[in-house]
């Protein structure tokens, strides 16, 4: 809907970025890149139009082949720079600048000392975001207790922040606290806060999914299923999450097909699940229902599919084929 209005107005620096935003959620990167740089050169003072611009060449770099990407990291960490520059007080600039700090080798400008300089800084802005960019450099250093201290943390701040408690189920999903399998009643406890907070947004319903699919109660499932999409129904993702855990565990086989199939029928955005991680999926499901050619045609599209997989994702993918071909 904003390509007509960007189009008819080519001056209009908001419309533009917008529009850049929305691109990079749906995976054209060379059409956010388009946007992102037309709102810098329209308004170049703007710090979060520097931020976008910077997101969309860190997004790029990533899928970069190696001699491009030291181009496009170069440029992405110009871009935060210049945001943090116009505005010391952004928070995406903030937190951009972190990540390349630690993600970045030294000779491209990497220093993780300063990473950790600048979640302090995140802090001074806003507590919250700051326990919650601490947590983030802990997961990257893998260091599972400090992530969930400073988790906890970002919460016993603001209990009702969305995006702390996410985090908070996100862990508990990742990190097993008793034996194989994650602590369900502190997931069902943080899943109905989630809901409590906002049922308009998935992350809750996606953590009860998982949550029932854990103690097989496949009516209540159902029900959660259904009322997520009432409350939203652009986004099926917690369908997604069902089947996932349901092909994980290998239950109710046909009806994770259903609900992969159901997600696959409309568009994924954002921070939805990609299609083509569904597509895998769906493709491991139908290869352990003895239906090699379909999930041979599902792989295929897999790799077609934008955004696509990640390397690793690609690889496996890839490796997928080649077995199933050859049976």
């Known amino acids: 809907m904003l390509t007509p209005v960007v189009e008819a107005e080519p001056s209009n620096d908001n419309a533009a970025w917008l529009l850049s935003k929305s691109l990079i959620g749906l995976g054209d ?51 935060l720079d210049t945001a943090v520059a116009l505005d010391p007080r ?9 990540m390349y700090d630690f993600s970045a080798p030294s000779f491209l400008g990497g220093d993780k000392a300063k990473a950790a300089e600048f979640a302090a800084r995140i802090a001074e802005v806003d507590p919250v975001r700051g326990w919650m960019a601490r947590a983030t450099l802990a997961r ?16 016993a701040e603001d209990p009702g922040n ?69 409350f939203n129904p652009e986004d099926l993702s917690p369908y997604y999450a069902a089947a996932a855990a349901m092909l994980q565990r290998e239950e109710r086989m046909s009806v994770a097909r259903e609900y992969l199939e159901k997600y696959l029928a409309q568009p994924a955005e954002g921070s939805q699940p990609s299609h083509a991680m569904a597509r895998c999926r769906l493709a491991t499901l139908l290869e352990k229902e003895q239906r090699p050619d379909e999930a ?32």
């Open 29 to 79: 990167l060379d059409g956010a890149l388009k946007y992102a740089e037309r709102a810098v050169s329209l308004a170049a003072d703007n710090a979060a139009y520097h931020v976008q611009l910077g997101a969309v060449l860190g997004r790029m770099a990533e899928k970069a082949a190696i001699f491009k990407q030291l181009g496009l990291a170069r440029r992405a960490k110009k871009e």
């Open 140 to 155: 990257e250093r893998k260091d599972a207790a400090a992530e969930l201290d400073f988790s906890l943390r970002a919460i």
């Open 296 to 327: 041979v045609a599902q792989l295929d599209l897999a790799l077609q599919e934008n955004p696509g997989l990640d390397a690793e994702g690609r690889e496996a993918a890839r490796r997928d084929l080649k077995r199933l071909r050859g049976k």
């Open 90 to 98: 952004n928070l995406d600039a903030l937190m951009g600048v972190m």
């Open 162 to 230: 969305f995006d702390a408690q996410s985090a908070v189920a996100q862990y508990y999903l990742d990190h097993p606290l008793k034996g194989p399998e994650p602590d369900y009643s502190k997931l069902e406890e943080t899943g109905c806060k989630l809901l409590e907070i906002d049922p308009g947004r998935p992350d809750g319903w996606r953590v009860l999914a998982e949550v029932h699919v854990a103690g097989y109660c496949w009516t209540e499932l159902a029900q959660v299923l259904e009322t997520s999409e009432r």
